[in-house]
């Protein structure tokens, strides 16, 4: 069981690029986020997702977009690389029952180290 | 929304001492999950809690969630080494959209031989 796999590794961008960073889950969980990890920041929700077809924004969305077009993968989508986007980004996922307010503990991948220049 | 506090931020410890590590909600919490990170790598889930009340070990770890369920804490037995790294606590929000999981900043821990 693969869990959640984040893809590159490690990455760097000149300002102004454009990339987007892979993400895909093989538990059949419904949630699906997007964070990034500055230092000594703890973790930022950039976007989340409750399912195929819906996402919706969390803390920090500027800068970023999402689809979900199947259960397994959460592409997150950069548009203009700015050296403010500098971070590690985590991609997790989880399985929510709805209505009642219960989620199992969320899976992470290994995260991507972009650098923006 | 909510929002999660950790305390302390840093901590520096001698190894075999104990600690503990708090987090702190701002509203009454529906799950609390704790995680460990070491530099540069994905979080390791540690354990969840739901109840008010609600304790759990694992090895040389245990965490709490209190009666009120908005304050849980962890807390570290004879610590080693390996234990050092960063600890979050993570839960479900609720002041917003349903279901999306807040962090708090995380507590760095150094554990010295």
């Known amino acids: 069981n693969a869990g959640v796999t984040q893809t590159p590794k490690f990455r760097i961008l000149k300002i102004g690029q454009s990339m987007t960073l892979q993400c895909a889950q093989d538990m059949n969980h419904n949630y699906m986020y997007w964070y990034r990890q500055d230092p000594g920041m703890g973790l930022k929700l950039i976007y989340y997702s409750v399912g195929a077809g819906i996402t919706d924004k969390g803390e920090v969305p500027n800068g970023y977009n999402v689809s979900r077009s199947t259960t397994e993968d959460f592409p997150l989508r950069l548009e203009l690389a700015a050296p403010s986007q500098t971070s590690v980004y985590f991609c997790a996922s989880s399985y929510s029952s709805r209505g009642r307010y219960v989620n199992t503990e969320a899976f992470f991948g290994q995260g991507t180290r972009l650098t923006v220049v | 929304s909510q929002e999660l506090e950790q305390s302390p931020q840093s901590l520096i410890v001698q190894e075999g001492k104990n600690l503990t590590i708090n987090c702190t909600s701002s509203k009454t919490l529906y799950g609390l999950y704790w995680y460990k990170q070491k530099y540069g790598e994905g979080l390791i889930f540690l354990m969840m809690l739901q109840k008010g009340g609600e304790e759990k070990s694992h090895e040389k770890i245990t965490a709490k969630l209190d009666e009120k369920k908005q304050q849980s804490s962890l807390h570290i037995t004879a610590s080693q080494p390996s234990h050092a790294g960063i600890y979050l606590c993570?839960?479900?929000?609720?002041?917003?959209?349903?279901?999306?999981?807040?962090f708090g900043k995380g507590t760095k821990l150094s554990v010295k031989p």
């Open positions: 993570g839960a479900p929000n609720y002041g917003g959209s349903q279901g999306n999981l807040i």
